[in-house]
């Protein structure tokens, strides 16, 4: 299982569809609209969005809208069975909101389902033959590989259900998990990563009342998606670029990279360029070329709930293997949730004591 399109519910279409071109660098692919609804897709090469708008009251953009603010709206999954997906997701008790259906688009057959996810939240999953790839190449090289995680925030005390949830519909299992606490928020994290193709899909709970978390819940109106990670295999260049088109990113401390040296032994070739770049970095002691390296957008929506991430993954070989990084670093995690946290005293939501 992997990541396939995701859907965004927007004010306006047209304006989204000119930011993701014009601040991320993505390439505007198609457009459609119906009585109630506009659409536009951007894509940058296998990362695909598709950012839909009301245009009536009828829209279900128009429903969605009036509980949450613009967001994401659908995470799609690309399955090699999509049968035995949704007969697993329908013995677990899911909600199917649209079966199994099938199209022929472009030369490429595919099978598509929906399913309620959490809160409001829902999952297309598809199955395509006739293409590996989810987008046809571009002419225009991408600044992006691919979606690396999108990380779901519940509310407190509902993180065990919800990762009981994705294990027993979709198949996750849980990895990694953090707890990070502060003298002034907490929260507490579960990645959960799927066997069959590794999407991974972490999911936080708020740990204190003022956590980043709850206010993301707060400001959100509920459960949903707080950020999404783009891999790339330069992000120092494409910070640069993305910073010549005007986008904004969560600032890092100088004393974050002098501190992160002491501990560490290893410096990279470009850590000038990283640190000047504002990128956190992290990586084990045995492999430590195998860097992961980090960079956090601030939010893109009017209030306080979505952003991105951008992420590279370095690897060394080791006795002639391929070692690359895995997995998500307690110390780049710790160095986000308190850059986020200098923002919420910025907004006036986190009182600092």
Not at 133 to 152: C, N, Q
Request: net charge negative; proline share 5%.
């Amino acid at each position: 299982m992997e990541f396939d399109r995701i859907q965004f519910y927007v004010e306006n279409a047209k304006v989204s569809r000119d930011w993701f071109v014009n601040q991320l660098g993505f390439q505007s692919i198609a457009r459609s609209a119906n009585s109630h609804t506009h659409t536009e897709t951007v894509s940058s090469g296998n990362v695909c969005f598709v950012l839909s708008s009301p245009l009536t009251s009828a829209s279900p953009a128009a429903s969605w809208l009036k509980y949450h603010p613009p967001g994401i709206f659908d995470v799609g999954f690309r399955v090699e069975n999509i049968e035995l997906v949704i007969a697993r997701a329908t013995t677990a008790g899911a909600k199917i909101l649209k079966p199994i259906e099938e199209d022929l688009t472009a030369g490429v057959f595919c099978k598509r389902a929906k399913i309620a996810g959490w809160g409001d939240l829902s999952h297309t999953l598809v199955e395509r033959m006739g293409e590996n790839s989810l987008l046809r190449a571009s002419a225009k090289l991408p600044l992006f590989t691919l979606i690396d995680h999108v990380v779901l925030n519940v509310a407190s005390g509902d993180l065990s259900s919800a990762v009981s949830w994705y294990q027993k519909v979709l198949g996750f299992a849980p990895q990694q998990n953090f707890d990070i606490q502060t003298e002034k928020s907490a929260l507490r994290s579960q990645v959960m990563v799927h066997a069959e193709g590794g999407a991974q899909f972490p999911i936080n709970e708020p740990a204190s009342a003022n956590s980043q978390i709850q206010e993301f819940l707060s400001a959100n109106r509920g459960p949903g998606i707080q950020h999404m990670a783009l891999q790339t295999t330069d992000i120092v260049g494409v910070v640069t670029d993305l910073r010549s088109r005007g986008l904004s990113f969560l600032p890092v401390p100088p004393t974050y990279y002098s501190e992160l040296q002491q501990r560490q032994n290893y410096v990279p070739a470009d850590w000038q360029a990283i640190a000047a770049s504002e990128v956190l970095a992290d990586w084990q002691e045995d492999t430590p070329a195998a860097m992961l390296l980090q960079i956090f957008t601030q939010p893109i929506f009017a209030e306080p709930t979505f952003f991105f991430e951008i992420i590279e993954r370095r690897f060394t070989f080791v006795d002639n293997k391929k070692v690359q990084a895995g997995g998500f670093g307690a110390g780049n995690f710790r160095a986000l949730f308190e850059a986020i946290e200098r923002e919420q005293m910025k907004r006036g939501s986190l009182i600092d004591d």
